[in-house]
Structure formats: structure tokens, C-alpha cells
């Protein structure tokens, strides 16, 4: 095996250990900053949700506040919002810099997307049903669990493996300004020292990464979809 990579990329092996550590880097970004996201961003979209005029608990001076939160971070681009953020991070964490400083900005970046593909999500659950649930006596909370999130889990599935996929793209990103990670290997050993074997392994590492979340996402996504199908049937 080792002789396989000394002939494929020589120059990857040369620096097997700092891009095992570059690796490492970006799981731990992704992870931690994933976590954080979801648990966010799921909650921010039921908010909205449930605030708007026409929802279940209306209430417009919460609904317009977060709905210009929202807008606001997503309109920024990431690599400006890292930048924006430093004193911030620095403020909270210490530091700006390594996987530590990239998570406030990561979180930032993919918090206000995800918020926005959880309130797509939730707007496509059947208003009768909701109605039908509300005629039962279910109060609010029974409502987003049982009804909202409950129906509408296939397409808080697919939502989701969008933002994972988003959040990979963000953690390379994160790398052009001293967050670790592939993103800062594939800059600092690949492009800024001409090995564009290291820049290949990254761009196919990547890739995978992104094909096995899809497969993922619309593996478990198409499970409960039948699952809910079958459910109603019977």
C-alpha cells in the first residue's frame, strides 16, 4: 500500500501526517459545528413556523426578528463573515484561528441556511391535518412533534443532507484563513507548493465525502417516505 501511494502521490506521502491531522481537522469542524447547526437551525425554523401570521402561535414582533436575523447572515458571504466574526470568536473562544475559532463562523454561516430549509420543510405538512390535530385538543407542543416534525421528517432528511453537504463546502472554505483542515492542506501543501497530487487526493476525498452523504440523505429519506406511506394505508 505504502509503495502504491509513493507512485500515485509522492508528494501526499511526504506529508501522510500533517494530511491525517488536516483530516482530522475538518471531521471535528463538521461534526461539532454540524451538531450545533441542526439543534439551531431545526429550532429557528419551527419558530418561524409557528410565529407566522398564519401559524399555530402567531406572534410578529419573534417572527420578524428572527426572519431579519436570518437575512442578514445569509446575505453575507461565508469568506466575508469569517473575517466579520474574528473579534467575536476571539472574544468567546480566545482564539480565531485552528478548528476552535472556525466553529462560531461555521455555525454563523450554516445556522441561518439550514433555518431556511427546515421552514421549506415544515410549510409542505398537510394544514388539514394540523387542523384535524388542533380540533383533537393537541396544544403547541403536541403540534410541531406530533404533526410538523413528524410528517414532515423525509424532507427534514433531505434538508438536512443539503446542509451537511453545504457545511463540507464551509469547513474548506474555513482553511483559506487559518481554520486547518483539507481546505488549508490542499492550499498550503497543494496549490501554494505546486503538488497538484495533494490537491487531487483532496478534491476526490471531498467528492466522496459528498457522494456518500447524498446516498445517505436519500437512502433514509426514501425509507421513511414509504414508511409514511405505508402507515396511512393502513
Not at 129 to 158: C, N
Request: glycine share 10%.
Amino acid at each position: 500500500m505504502d509503495d502504491f501511494f509513493k507512485r500515485v502521490a509522492p508528494n501526499l506521502y511526504s506529508y501522510r501526517r500533517r494530511f491525517w491531522q488536516s483530516v482530522d481537522q475538518t471531521v471535528q469542524m463538521f461534526c461539532i459545528a454540524g451538531v450545533i447547526s441542526f439543534a439551531l437551525g431545526l429550532f429557528l425554523g419551527v419558530v418561524l413556523t409557528v410565529t407566522k401570521d398564519d401559524g399555530i402561535k402567531p406572534n410578529r414582533f419573534i417572527h420578524l426578528l428572527i426572519n431579519t436575523v436570518v437575512n442578514v447572515f445569509r446575505s453575507i458571504p461565508f469568506i466575508i463573515l469569517l473575517i466579520f466574526l474574528i473579534p467575536m470568536t476571539r472574544m468567546i473562544v480566545g482564539t480565531a484561528i485552528g478548528v476552535t475559532g472556525a466553529i462560531i463562523p461555521l455555525v454563523f454561516g450554516t445556522v441561518p441556511f439550514f433555518t431556511r430549509q427546515v421552514e421549506a420543510a415544515l410549510a409542505g405538512v398537510d394544514e388539514g391535518k394540523v387542523e384535524a390535530a388542533r380540533s383533537m385538543g393537541s396544544g403547541t407542543m403536541g403540534l410541531i412533534f406530533r404533526v410538523y416534525l413528524h410528517e414532515a421528517v423525509p424532507d427534514l432528511i433531505r434538508v438536512t443532507t443539503i446542509t451537511a453537504i453545504s457545511l463540507i463546502g464551509l469547513t474548506t472554505m474555513a482553511g483559506a484563513v487559518g481554520a486547518g483542515g483539507i481546505g488549508s492542506f490542499a492550499i498550503n501543501y497543494g496549490q501554494g507548493q505546486n503538488h497538484q497530487d495533494i490537491v487531487n487526493v483532496c478534491v476526490i476525498i471531498l467528492l466522496v465525502v459528498v457522494i456518500i452523504l447524498q446516498t445517505l440523505g436519500n437512502f433514509l429519506a426514501k425509507r421513511t417516505t414509504n414508511r409514511a406511506l405505508f402507515s396511512k394505508k393502513h
